[in-house]
Structures are given as structure tokens and as C-alpha cells.
């Protein structure tokens, strides 16, 4: 069964510093990878994708993120966190077709 | 800019009522998806439709239809609301593509009373 697991449900930063959301998946297929964002009131945003090319890919705004088969990780990463990015954090896999799978998210806090 | 949008933000409804929400997007895709979103558990997929008059149930179908009778447009039915059912619902739409984006709409929050 596909699955998504993000380690963290709330993650505490300030501004200036760097930020790091963590998703383990299991995938019996070669997954493509995503990253949304969900900021207050508002619907998900695609921050980025892996669809089996580079294995690092970067995203709007800044964001990273590194697909490591051997982990099974896709983690998200920022070097410097700014205010605007508070905000709920999903990953998602998509083992085949149209079938997605959601983690349960992440809350980052970005403190002043 | 492309949109998906849902019509109903926020909608107060009593147990035993049918409820419709309503989607539509203008970027001329396949594909359509109702999730619902709850506080813990990420978004978990209600029904999708890949065609029109076409749909699949999701991971948790109980308790809703869909309709699609036009290809921009995707409604989600609650023939007897609960209030289990209170929820933010998300539409979302995608192209041909598999590994393709999904574009949300901003989501209709419904409270069952």
C-alpha cells in the first residue's frame, strides 16, 4: 500500500533561519513526489515536483526538496524562512494514475 | 489566470438536509476531484471524475454522490447531511497529465447542526 508519513505535524522556526519539513513515503511503484501549500482560508498551492528526473528539485519561493530512494524521503527544505511562509505544508505521493496520496500535513510557525 | 473555483465558501446546514456543492474550473481538464480535509488527517479522496459522466469512488465515497454532466463543472451531494460531515470540502482539477498539477479551489467549509 502507498503511504505518506510527515514526521512532524507542527514545526517552530524564526525568521532568518532555516526550515526543514520531513516526509518518509512508501511507494511500491517509482513515485512522483509533490509538495503543496495551504496558507489560511486559502486552497493548496504546488511548491514543487519529482517526477524521476534530477533528484533535487527546486520549487517556488525558495523551497527545495531531495528525492533519496534509499531513505524513502523527500524532505523540504528552506534556507532562510521568511513570515509569508506560515503556512500548512502537505506531501503527496502519486503512486499511479490519478490516485494521490496525502500526508496529514504540516503547520509551520515562523516566528518574529 | 486559471481557476477552480467553488461557490459556496461557507455553508450552515441541519442533519437530514441534501446538500450540493458546487465546482468549476476553466482550464478545459479531465479530471476532477472532491476531497475533504480534517484537522490530523490531510485530504482524503472522496470521489474523482475523469470524463464527463465518468466518476470513481475515493477512499471514503459513503455518505456522497457526484454529478458531471459538463466537463467544467463537478458537484459533490450529501443526500442526508450528518454531522459527521462537517468538514472543509477542496475540489481540485488536473490535466492529462499524470504526474500533472493539481489546481484547488479555496475550499467550501460545511457545518451540519
Known sequence: AQSVTQLDSHVSVSEGTPVLLRCNYSSSYSPSLFWYV????????????Y???????????????????SE?????????????DAAEY??????????????????????S | DVK????????VKRTGEKVFLECVQDMDHENMFWYRQDPGLGLRLIYFSYDVKMKEKGDIPEGYSVSREKKERF??????????????????????????ELFFGEGSRL???
Not at chain 2, 477552480?4 to 455553508?11: D, E, I, K, N, P
Not at chain 2, 458537484?75 to 497529465?97: F, H, P, V, W
Open chain 2, 75 to 100: 458537484s459533490l451531494i450529501l443526500e442526508s447531511a450528518s454531522t459527521n460531515q462537517t468538514s472543509m470540502y477542496l475540489c481540485a482539477s488536473k490535466g492529462r497529465d499524470l504526474t500533472g
Open chain 1, 90 to 111: 502537505f506531501c503527496v505521493v502519486t503512486p499511479y494514475g490519478n490516485k494521490l496520496v496525502f500526508g496529514a500535513g504540516t503547520i509551520l510557525r515562523v516566528k
Open chain 2, 111 to 113: 457545518t451540519v447542526l
Open chain 1, 51 to 69: 517526477t524521476s528526473a534530477a533528484t533535487l528539485v527546486k520549487g517556488i519561493n525558495g523551497f527545495e526538496a531531495e528525492f533519496k530512494k
Open chain 1, 38 to 49: 495551504q496558507h489560511p482560508n486559502k486552497g493548496l498551492q504546488l511548491l514543487l515536483k
Open chain 1, 72 to 84: 524513502t524521503s523527500f524532505h523540504l527544505t528552506k534556507p532562510s524562512a521568511h513570515m509569508s
Open chain 2, 4 to 11: 477552480v473555483t467553488q461557490s459556496s465558501r461557507y455553508l
